[in-house]
């Protein structure tokens, strides 16, 4: 069974600048979170979704992140403008149940 | 206050030793407990996870939640330098999904 996928791997951009990442799920998991994952931090909660539905964003900066799933499988989401404190490891990870979750490899952003 | 709190570390311990990695946590709403493995550049991998109290063995890996103290912990049985890693503990409430995740200890087993 193929695992959760990410891409880029890797994003190095400058200020300002926008960025996107793209994650594709376990095939069946209709939960799908976006985490993001500073240095020596463990994951932080960005956004959950159930099926397309966004039913947890409230730490979303909604000023200039934005995300969606389209068709409740893959999801994309957005940086715009990029700043510096931006620069971290954006994980997705799908649920089938409440207590699972499986991550994806991350995309790391360096925003210079 | 965080409402998860975990020793970074680093840990070093010796090949083929007894690990004990633990978290504490505030919230007694907290019922689903959850330990990760993540290597380094690679996305957090799911080890254990338990419902309540109790205790729970996979192979090497014994997780415990202490719900009367707020004290969760793994150990990890002969270890192997293989397990060098970042651990970290997650818990969730009954009802959501919404997780929270300790900052991770840091794990080496030297050979």
């Known amino acids: 069974e193929a695992g959760v996928v990410q891409s880029p791997r890797y994003k190095i951009i400058e200020k300002k600048q926008p960025v996107a990442f793209w994650c594709n799920p376990i095939?069946?998991?209709?939960?799908l979170y976006w985490y993001r994952q500073n240095l020596g931090q463990g994951p932080e909660l960005l956004i959950r979704?159930?099926?397309?539905?966004?039913?947890?964003d409230s730490q979303l900066p909604k000023d200039r992140f934005s995300a969606e799933r389209l068709k409740g499988v893959d999801s994309t989401l957005k940086i715009q403008p990029a700043e510096l404190g931006d620069s971290a490891v954006y994980l997705c990870?799908?649920?089938?149940?409440?207590?699972?979750?499986?991550f994806g490899p991350g995309t790391r952003l360096t925003v210079t | 206050q965080k409402e998860v709190e975990q020793d970074p570390g680093p840990l070093s311990v010796p090949e083929g030793a007894i690990v004990s990695l633990n978290c504490t946590y505030s919230?007694?709403?907290?019922?689903?407990f959850m330990w990760y493995r993540q290597y380094s550049r690679k996305g957090p991998e799911l080890l254990m996870y338990?419902?309540?109290?109790g205790n729970k063995e996979d192979g090497r890996f014994t997780a415990q939640v202490d719900k009367s103290s707020k004290y969760i912990s793994l150990f990890i049985r002969d270890s192997q330098p293989s397990d060098s890693a970042t651990y970290l503990c997650?818990?969730?409430?009954?009802?959501?999904?919404?997780?929270?995740f300790g900052a991770g200890t840091r794990l080496f087993v030297k050979a």
């Open positions: 997650a818990m969730s409430r009954t009802g959501g999904f919404k997780t929270i």
């Open positions: 338990t419902y309540s109290s």
């Open positions: 919230n007694s709403a907290f019922q689903y």
């Open positions: 990870a799908s649920s089938p149940k409440v207590g699972e979750q499986y």
């Open positions: 979704y159930e099926n397309e539905e966004a039913v947890d």
């Open positions: 095939s069946g998991h209709n939960t």
